[in-house]
């Protein structure tokens, strides 16, 4: 347990300016003896001092926090010096006892307070409170003892002025405004020659014409308002008064500027052939009047097409208008109507153009044809049935040319007429269905082969059969095997597509529980390529891309031999690792859990040995701060004692300890929560509420006396699970 004792050594309070010598500092002196357990310590802690009205209870006056050295239980404090001015005198303006509480470390305070007593200036300062009015006289004031700040707003009059007695030096820059001097207090005498410049007059100040003298230097006035001269009521922005006529400018040259001045000989401005507008006074303005322009007033090729409107013809056909209406000529057999309400014209051939006069007076159709006639226009086509084999030339019909239901060819062998014949070889057989459109291949016995590329369609007889099925009944073998023998190709060994909404595009079981092998096996050889791609491309589809389940207690849903990275979020019910036991690898296993947190947890930590003075700086890696934020801090003492403490905390990637003792060591622990990109865009929720859908359900239903109807993966996908378990029940029985 900390005990602390105080041996007051002084206290000096600022209360008032004593003499012009003397000024108390806001500080208190204090000496004490720190001990833990009854033993004086030697360490640097850190103290908070706190200045109370009251002995117990009640909110701090004033608070400071010290790092105080303590060597052999002994310290020494100044209160106040790591308060700007010391400590505040309202702190005792009032009447009342004052008492000191202190606090080491995140220790409680210790009980019960100190009670401070006036002593040296705070005695001193006491008498200022029995100073009554009209007992200090100026004997008693030290030169430039009174400030601005000592004396009240609005307390000193003209009357306690002597007259001369204020110079410009007794009076700061822009102290005295507007409203500090009396009307008419200020005449020219009272400002100095040159003084007064355009930023000592107000912009909106009015100044009488009889305040300024003849000459008044090369000074600018400057104002938003009008500016008169020989007027005292401007109406404009300069308003000269006077007589017209005779009084106005007068430059440098001795020249007189007057309103007169502004006339010319001009009296009238008028309008013109082809304009409008004028007058004879103020500003006038000419326009072209409508209709201003005629063909007088156009110069020869003035007009160009640019200039025409889109319903003036400019030329046709090439044929440019060089003036009046372009022409159109009609040539043998051809006539002109012209439409000019329709706007229109009309081209046809007469007779003589191509009908009604020719050399052929019938058209009769031949074989193979149909239509003709004896007049006007006449048609002929190719009839129904009209193309015969003498109509043929030979290879005239190619493959192209023949409907799907006729074959000219299979796989190279030619139809040259009649049918093609399909002849069975060693181990085959050839079951042909008209009704079907189909032609069956059965392998008997040995090993028989199908030439590939080999595509077809069939129908299993029932929900029970497969179209394609293959069983080994040996020993040893596969029922099965697809190979890429391939490198560089992209395609899969095996491709399984489906488009039924229960089905399955693959359907692998292993019916024996024992066997140590998998009912699909991937392995790759390439370098950079998937042994497995897995894809769901509905994206709001509740499916898995990979969906693996095991009832086995021994087994594995999944089984990874090799790196496994995982770009997302993994979410499991437990974890662990799991290796050969390092004391006995032949015959055990070890396993450790992995800690668990709500938070993006990273945890950090190591040891370190303090320096001379009980201290030691932690660095930690360059990109520490740019990836954790919130940070806890654990420290524990090796080997010894000591009320070490986090100094600084981490800034710049690095943490400072303190309060130990030299050499000794100290095992350290920092936290972090993750702050990365990713981290922030996927938190995990600790609580979530299920959705509507996955409600009643369990992702371990055997847990809580439920069937397994009640998992999860049913109520994303009841129709596919009932599949499954009968598909899987169908295979058992097989």
């Known amino acids: 347990?900390?005990?602390?004792?105080?041996?007051?050594?002084?206290?000096?309070?600022?209360?008032?300016?004593?003499?012009?010598?003397?000024?108390?500092?806001?500080?208190?002196?204090?000496?004490?003896?720190?001990?833990?357990?009854?033993?004086?310590?030697?360490?640097?802690?850190?103290?908070?001092?706190?200045?109370?009205?009251?002995?117990?209870?009640?909110?701090?006056?004033?608070?400071?926090?010290q790092n105080v050295p303590v060597t052999n239980g002994n310290f020494e404090v100044l209160l106040g010096k790591e308060t700007t001015g010391g400590i505040p005198s309202s702190v005792i303006a009032a009447a009342g006892e004052r008492y000191l509480g202190i606090k080491v470390g995140s220790d409680p305070e210790m009980a019960p307070r100190f009670r401070l007593a006036s002593v040296m200036f705070a005695l001193r300062a006491g008498e200022a409170d029995g100073v009554t009015d009209g007992a200090i006289t100026t004997f008693d004031l030290a030169n430039n003892a009174v400030t601005s700040v000592k004396i009240a707003d609005g307390s000193v009059g003209s009357a306690d002025v002597a007259d001369g007695a204020i110079g410009s030096a007794d009076i700061a820059d822009e102290a005295i405004n507007s409203a500090k001097i009396a009307d008419g207090a200020v005449n020219s005498g009272d400002i100095t020659d040159g003084t007064l410049t355009n930023t000592d007059v107000s912009a909106s100040a009015t100044i009488a014409g009889t305040k300024i003298t003849p000459n008044f230097g090369s000074q600018n006035i400057v104002t938003t308002g009008n500016v008169g001269i020989g007027t005292t009521s401007p109406s404009a922005k300069l308003h000269i008064g006077g007589i017209a006529g005779t009084d106005g400018i007068l430059f440098p040259d001795g020249t007189l500027l007057t309103t007169g001045d502004r006339r010319g000989d001009i009296t009238a401005v008028r309008a013109g052939a082809g304009l409008a507008g004028g007058g004879e006074s103020g500003e006038v303005t000419l326009s072209i009047a409508n209709l201003g322009v005629g063909t007088a007033q156009l110069t020869d090729n003035a007009v160009i097409v640019q200039k025409i409107l889109p319903n003036l013809v400019s030329s046709i056909d090439g044929v440019v208008n060089d003036g009046g209406d372009i022409d159109l000529v009609a040539g043998a057999n051809i006539t002109l109507t012209s439409d000019d309400a329709a706007n229109t014209i009309t081209i046809a051939a007469s007779n003589g153009g191509g009908g009604g006069n020719g050399d052929i007076t019938s058209v009769t159709a031949g074989t193979g044809l149909t239509g003709g006639g004896p007049s006007g226009d006449v048609t002929l086509s190719i009839a129904n049935l009209g193309v015969g084999t003498a109509q043929l030339a030979d290879n005239?019909?190619?493959?192209?040319?023949?409907?799907?239901?006729?074959?000219?060819?299979?796989?190279?062998?030619?139809?040259?007429?009649?049918?093609?014949?399909?002849?069975?070889?060693?181990?085959?057989?050839?079951?042909?269905?008209?009704?079907?459109?189909?032609?069956?291949?059965?392998?008997?016995?040995?090993?028989?082969?199908?030439?590939?590329?080999?595509?077809?369609?069939?129908?299993?007889?029932?929900?029970?059969?497969?179209?394609?099925?293959?069983?080994?009944?040996?020993?040893?073998?596969?029922?099965?095997?697809?190979?890429?023998?391939?490198?560089?190709?992209?395609?899969?060994?095996?491709?399984?597509?489906?488009?039924?909404?229960?089905?399955?595009?693959?359907?692998?079981?292993?019916?024996?529980?024992?066997?140590?092998?998998?009912?699909?096996?991937?392995?790759?050889?390439?370098?950079?390529?998937?042994?497995?791609?897995?894809?769901?491309?509905?994206?709001?589809?509740?499916?898995?891309?990979?969906?693996?389940?095991?009832?086995?207690?021994?087994?594995?849903?999944?089984?990874?031999?090799?790196?496994?990275?995982?770009?997302?979020?993994?979410?499991?019910?437990?974890?662990?690792?799991?290796?050969?036991?390092?004391?006995?690898?032949?015959?055990?296993?070890?396993?450790?859990?992995?800690?668990?947190?709500?938070?993006?947890?990273?945890?950090?930590?190591?040891?370190?040995?303090?320096?001379?003075?009980?201290?030691?700086?932690?660095?930690?890696?360059?990109?520490?701060?740019?990836?954790?934020?919130?940070?806890?801090?654990?420290?524990?003492?090796?080997?010894?004692?000591?009320?070490?403490?986090?100094?600084?905390?981490?800034?710049?990637?690095?943490?400072?300890?303190?309060?130990?003792?030299?050499?000794?060591?100290?095992?350290?622990?920092?936290?972090?929560?993750?702050?990365?990109?990713?981290?922030?865009?996927?938190?995990?929720?600790?609580?979530?509420?299920?959705?509507?859908?996955?409600?009643?359900?369990?992702l371990h239903p055997e847990l809580y006396g439920q069937p397994e109807e009640k998992n999860l993966q049913w109520a994303r996908n009841p129709d596919g699970m009932r599949r499954l378990k009968n598909d899987g029940q169908r295979l058992k029985q097989k």
Not at 36 to 61: D, K
Not at 435 to 442: E, H, L, P, V
Request: aromatic share 10%; net charge negative; glycine share 10%.
């Open 396 to 698: 005239a019909v190619t493959a192209q040319k023949v409907s799907p239901n006729l074959v000219s060819s299979i796989d190279g062998v030619s139809n040259d007429g009649g049918n093609i014949d399909l002849v069975a070889g060693a181990n085959i057989t050839i079951t042909p269905n008209d009704a079907a459109n189909s032609i069956t291949f059965d392998v008997i016995g040995g090993n028989g082969t199908v030439p590939l590329p080999f595509s077809g369609a069939a129908a299993a007889p029932s929900s029970a059969d497969a179209v394609w099925k293959i069983t080994n009944t040996g020993i040893t073998g596969d029922a099965g095997g697809f190979f890429v023998t391939n490198p560089n190709n992209v395609g899969a060994a095996v491709f399984g597509l489906t488009e039924a909404t229960n089905g399955y595009a693959g359907l692998f079981n292993v019916d024996n529980g024992d066997n140590v092998l998998a009912a699909l096996r991937a392995s790759t050889n390439g370098a950079g390529s998937d042994a497995a791609n897995f894809e769901v491309d509905n994206l709001s589809n509740y499916a898995a891309a990979l969906k693996a389940t095991t009832n086995s207690n021994s087994g594995y849903a999944g089984y990874f031999e090799g790196r496994v990275q995982v770009v997302g979020t993994l979410s499991k019910s437990a974890g662990s690792f799991k290796i050969d036991h390092p004391l006995d690898p032949a015959n055990k296993y070890l396993s450790h859990s992995f800690v668990e947190s709500p938070d993006m947890m990273n945890l950090y930590n190591g040891n370190v040995t303090l320096d001379a003075n009980g201290e030691a700086v932690v660095a930690l890696p360059q990109w520490f701060e740019a990836l954790n934020k919130d940070f806890r801090y654990q420290l524990t003492c090796i080997g010894g004692f000591a009320p070490v403490y986090v100094a600084e905390e981490i800034q710049n990637n690095r943490f400072k300890i303190a309060g130990g003792k030299p050499g000794l060591k100290i095992s350290w622990q920092v936290t972090g929560i993750r702050q990365d990109q990713y981290a922030n865009a996927h938190r995990i929720p600790v609580e979530e509420e299920k959705p509507a859908i996955e409600r009643g359900f369990y």
């Open 1 to 65: 347990m900390k005990s602390i004792s105080f041996a007051i050594m002084a206290a000096s309070w600022c209360l008032a300016a004593v003499s012009a010598q003397a000024q108390a500092p806001n500080l208190i002196n204090y000496q004490g003896r720190l001990t833990m357990g009854g033993t004086a310590v030697s360490a640097t802690f850190p103290m908070t001092f706190s200045i109370y009205a009251t002995l117990t209870g009640g909110s701090a006056l004033w608070i400071e926090t």
